[in-house]
């Protein structure tokens, strides 16, 4: 099976952008739908995209479209999430996951996940 390990996280200015990598290894990452959430302390999980198999196809979380784009190239096996115009209320861990099939916004469906990267917003 696939294989996640995030990158990217860190302290940033609110304001400020930064551009979270989930890199895969183990099964061919062009197989999977990619999800990226987040994990506020004492929260549940928040879906903030998804993107199908080929990246043809997008999805966005209620109000996530404005700030957050994501990405991926299936040739480096990598997915990607642009993060900007960051605030406080952002900070939080940010996951990568993939799931066979259809992409969803139910982190329940995903298969796989990453170890998560912490992304913290300063004022």
């Known amino acids: 099976q696939v294989t996640l390990v995030e990158s990217g996280g860190g302290l940033v200015q609110a304001g400020g952008s930064l551009k979270l990598s989930c890199a895969s290894s183990?099964?061919?990452?062009?197989?999977?739908?990619l999800g990226w959430f987040r994990q506020a302390s004492g929260l549940e999980r928040e879906f903030i995209a998804t993107i199908s198999q080929g990246g043809a196809t997008t999805s966005y979380g209620v109000g996530m479209k404005d700030r957050f784009t994501i990405s991926r190239d299936n040739n480096e096996n990598t997915g990607y999430l642009q993060m900007d115009n960051l605030k406080p209320e952002d900070t939080a861990v940010y996951y990568c996951?993939?799931?066979?099939?259809?992409?969803?916004?139910?982190?329940?469906?995903?298969?796989?996940w990453g170890q998560g990267t912490q992304v913290t917003v300063s004022t």
């Open positions: 996951a993939v799931k066979s099939g259809w992409s969803n916004s139910n982190p329940a469906r995903y298969e796989i």
């Open positions: 183990g099964a061919a990452f062009g197989d999977f739908a």
